[in-house]
């Protein structure tokens, strides 16, 4: 049985697949309004470090559509402040019997470190530039509503992968999926070792944007960076950003994906972002059916 969900590196084929199925029903039930009761009784805190509007509010509306009680703690709010520990908050949450932590945080692995301290279910809300693992599966859940199928699909990923989470769950999930994954960036901002994991890097971006099937452009992680990475935005806009120059050349039907929040003309222009071919609105929407799928299958004991 599997207590936690940490990230896609570790996550089955089986399971991810699993988690996309019931996510389908669970979108049913969400658009109709219907109210579940797969996590009567169950308390879920909300943990968060650093700042969040999608991931929060939607694993917050996740567990009440299936009937948990939620809570929510923000760093700024709480006793961090006077110097209280990781742990010792991790032995606060567990002496008050919540049954699940969602948890963000700007440091790597903070996520893996509570749930081998707490007897509740941790589930890696984002950490650091390591992983994101339920963006990643609500970016699946999109592609496979849109295209049908993840095996074969092309999929570009654009801009900081080396700061991003998202990226990273992504690669993970869709290389295991059966996609092809191509990454647009500068250099500066690729980390090392990616070949092996089975994606192909480009540094052209006609090149990595004329076959994709699916773009998703990434935020530039300014607030990561110690700056100097790339010589200026408008050269990034120009090399690695989703412009709306690109309609000349790319497919009819590609569809558009950005994880939010987004820098609007820095690594997509507007004429992308709000163009037909963009399906950024509904991944929010899909964020909270991903969402349900996975807090009902932790509370069932994911396999
Ligand atoms: N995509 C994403 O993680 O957005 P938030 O930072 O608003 O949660």
């Known amino acids: ?22 996510a389908k029903s669970m979108k049913q039930s969400l658009l109709c309004g219907e109210k579940l009761n797969n996590l009567a009784g169950k308390s879920i805190v ?20 299936l009937s948990a009680t939620t809570s929510s703690i923000a760093a700024q709010s709480s006793s961090v402040q006077k110097g209280e520990t990781l742990l010792d908050t991790g032995k606060t949450l567990s002496a008050m019997r919540t049954d699940m932590i969602v948890m963000r945080t700007s440091l790597s692995g903070a996520p893996h470190l509570l749930s081998r301290h707490v007897p509740a279910s941790v589930i890696n809300g984002g950490d650091g530039t390591n992983e994101h693992p339920t963006q990643a599966l609500l970016d699946m859940f999109t592609m496979v509503e849109k295209k049908g199928d ?8 654009a801009g900081d992968v080396l700061h991003s989470r998202v990226a990273k769950s992504n690669i993970f999930g869709l290389i295991k999926m059966g996609a092809n994954v191509v990454l647009l960036s500068p250099g500066s901002l690729l980390p090392p ?11 052209n971006k006609k090149k990595a944007f004329q076959n994709a099937d699916v773009i998703m452009g990434l935020r530039i992680q300014l607030e990561r960076q110690r700056g100097g990475l790339f010589p200026s935005v408008s050269e990034y806009n120009a090399l690695y950003g989703l412009t709306e ?28 972002a ?13 964020g909270v059916a991903v969402r349900m799928a996975l807090l009902s299958l932790l509370s069932e004991g994911l396999s």
């Open 150 to 157: 993840l095996r074969g699909l092309n999929v570009t990923i």
């Open 274 to 286: 709000d163009s037909t071919n963009s399906a950024i609105e509904e991944q929010v929407t899909n």
């Open 193 to 203: 070792g990616l070949e092996c994991m089975g994606v192909t890097i480009e540094y």
């Open 245 to 272: 120059d690109m309609f000349d050349y790319v497919k009819p039907d590609v569809l558009i994906l950005h994880p939010g929040p987004m820098n609007r003309g820095v690594e997509i222009d507007s004429a992308v």
């Open 46 to 65: 909300t943990l968060f470090y650093e700042n969040s509007t999608r991931t929060r509010l939607s694993f917050e509306l996740a567990a009440k559509q």
């Open 1 to 22: 049985m599997q207590k936690d969900f940490l990230g896609l590196r570790d996550t089955s084929y089986e399971l991810i697949s699993e988690i996309l199925n019931r």
